[in-house]
């Protein structure tokens, strides 16, 4: 069974093909870093220009890719939320238009949990219960997966979403848009010990994260050094820029990794499930490394490329779902879907 998979629900276009939930056929990932860079984070509007223009020639590739024609794919998954409304709607349209024209069945799937679905892609033996960790741009959720298709949302950001602080701070440093991936970068060559930055420390904050005090004292670090320097690119160069980042990246991953330590222990979880654009960060897989060898937690973590947006993972939930697989649902009518912009994991 040959699955489209659609996403456009941020600032990548993406079409991916998947052969029986477990083959990639193609996978194609075009991004609008580019449209989008001098704003310094995603313009909306330009967004769902940028997909329009795309699709067309995204489909083609990936159907090139993959070797198939239309008269292939048995059924097509579209993201339906949650995500930008006016981008997600680009995707749906075209799915919708190409399940229709096929007379194949189409249906939405939740993003959050295609991040979490791909690591079925990578390990088809992967079988809950497990607790997953999805932390992106535009996300940061710790999840108990209980069944698949069975949630409980146990923490969430109280404020910006994880892969959010990388880029407001890289932003504020003056290191280009998307700043996770260069933070990243740069936080190898640095000393993580340089700079104390404040874990969050909200009252009763249960399993939630914050990330809203750590950017405030990224901040107010910045504005001291420019005073005490007179520099006002401080820090322009190594290794004030390279400690910086690798200072404030010890402190994301501790903060990331103290609340979902605390969750896997309350509930009695030895297998941890990442997704998302973050779960690409090395300092994080350095980290989780030790974690499995001290805490003899099993981790599941995609390849770099399947962590970040793609449609790959899109297909492979569609794919869970066409082949029966628990999900007993009929396909949706085409006419029926709807972007949900504000879709939750928990309420499906
Ligand atoms: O999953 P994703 O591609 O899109 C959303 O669903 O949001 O995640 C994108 C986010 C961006 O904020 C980007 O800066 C961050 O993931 N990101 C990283 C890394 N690679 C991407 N953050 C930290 N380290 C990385 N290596
Ligand atoms: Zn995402």
Redesign the pocket.
């Known amino acids: 069974m040959y699955v489209m998979g659609i996403d456009t629900?941020?600032d990548?276009t993406c079409v991916a093909i998947i052969r029986d939930g477990t083959e990639i056929s193609s996978n194609v990932v075009s991004s609008q870093v580019d449209v989008h860079k001098e704003w310094g984070g995603v313009v909306p509007e330009l967004a769902s220009r940028s997909h329009a223009e795309a699709m067309n020639a995204i489909l083609d590739v990936a159907l090139q890719k993959s070797g198939l024609g239309f008269s292939n794919i048995d059924g097509v998954a579209v993201t339906f939320g949650p995500g930008l409304p006016g981008a997600l709607r680009v995707g749906i349209n075209a799915a919708s238009a190409i399940a229709l024209a096929l007379n194949k069945p189409l249906i939405g799937v939740n993003?959050v949990e295609a991040?979490i679905f791909v690591n079925l892609l990578v390990d088809p033996d992967l079988k809950p219960p497990f607790l997953a960790l999805v932390i992106?741009?535009?996300?940061t959720e710790l999840v108990y997966v209980s069944e698949w298709g069975d949630y409980r949302v146990v923490g969430r950001t109280r404020d910006d979403a994880c892969?959010?602080a990388?880029?407001k701070v890289a932003k504020l440093i003056g290191l280009g848009y998307?700043?996770?991936?260069i933070?990243?970068e740069l936080a190898h060559r640095g000393n993580q010990g340089a700079i104390e930055f404040p874990h969050a420390k909200m009252k009763d904050r249960g399993l939630d994260f914050s990330f809203s005090g750590i950017k405030t004292a990224v901040l107010n670090y910045v504005k001291k050094k420019r005073k005490e320097t007179g520099d006002q690119n401080w820090p322009g160069q190594e290794p004030d820029k390279a400690d910086l980042a690798a200072s404030f990246q010890r402190a994301m991953v501790n903060m990331l990794i103290e609340n979902t330590v605390r969750a896997a222990r309350e509930s009695n979880t030895k297998r941890l499930v990442l997704g998302?654009?973050?779960a690409?960060?090395?300092g994080l897989r350095e980290n989780l490394d030790e974690l499995k060898e001290h805490l003899g937690i099993e981790i599941h973590i995609p390849p770099p490329e399947l962590?970040?947006?793609n449609a790959a993972m899109v297909a492979e939930l569609g794919w869970w779902r066409f082949s029966g697989q628990q999900y007993k649902l009929s396909p949706i009518s085409v006419l029926e879907l709807k972007a949900y912009p504000n879709l939750s994991l928990d309420a499906k």
């Not at 992106?136 to 996300?139: A, I, N, P, R």
């Not at 998307?178 to 991936?181: A, I, N, S």
């Open positions: 629900s941020c990548d993003h991040h992106s741009g535009g996300h892969g959010e990388y880029d998307p700043g996770g991936p933070i990243d998302g654009g973050v690409s960060n090395r962590c970040t947006d």
